[in-house]
């Protein structure tokens, strides 16, 4: 690393870009759609019956019967909603309380939040493109 150039975070505005890399990409929210998406592959996608079979042939029992509805409506109907709460009562950034964060940093923090969260849909699509034969049997799943 060369020593004239050091990453931004160690410069004089580090804090200013390690607040707001935090609240943006470490935030809640990102997780929140990302656990939305998780329990809607595994719930519909993959199958809640199918990941119910493979649980018990892991641990050796079945899971109480909940849990399986709990992959289908439950988690994602909560996290979904928690999301949207959270965006409904958003408030921009402050640096110590004071500062408010231009526009410009505003773009910058959804832009590296959304990018988070969108390489996970945006890998899967290009693997699924890279298989061969029909999305049906690509995906092998009842939707197509």
Request: glycine share 6%; with cysteine; proline share 6%.
């Amino acid at each position: 690393m060369c020593v004239n150039n050091p990453p931004s975070f160690f410069l004089q505005g580090g804090l200013y870009f390690l607040q707001l890399f935090d609240h943006y990409v470490c935030s809640g929210s990102n997780l929140l759609l990302l656990s939305v998406f998780q329990s809607i592959a595994i719930g519909w996608i993959y199958g809640a019956d199918r990941f119910y079979d493979n649980i018990e042939d892991m641990v050796g029992y079945r899971p109480w019967p909940i849990m399986k509805y709990c992959w289908l409506y439950i988690t994602p109907t909560i996290c979904l909603s928690t999301f949207i709460f959270s965006l409904v009562k958003y408030k921009p950034l402050k640096f110590n309380k004071t500062y408010t964060y231009p526009s410009w940093a505003y773009a910058l923090g959804w832009s590296l939040g959304l990018l988070c969260v969108l390489l996970v849909p945006l890998w899967m699509f290009f693997k699924v493109i890279q298989m061969k034969g029909t999305i049906g049997q690509k995906t092998n799943c009842n939707f197509f």
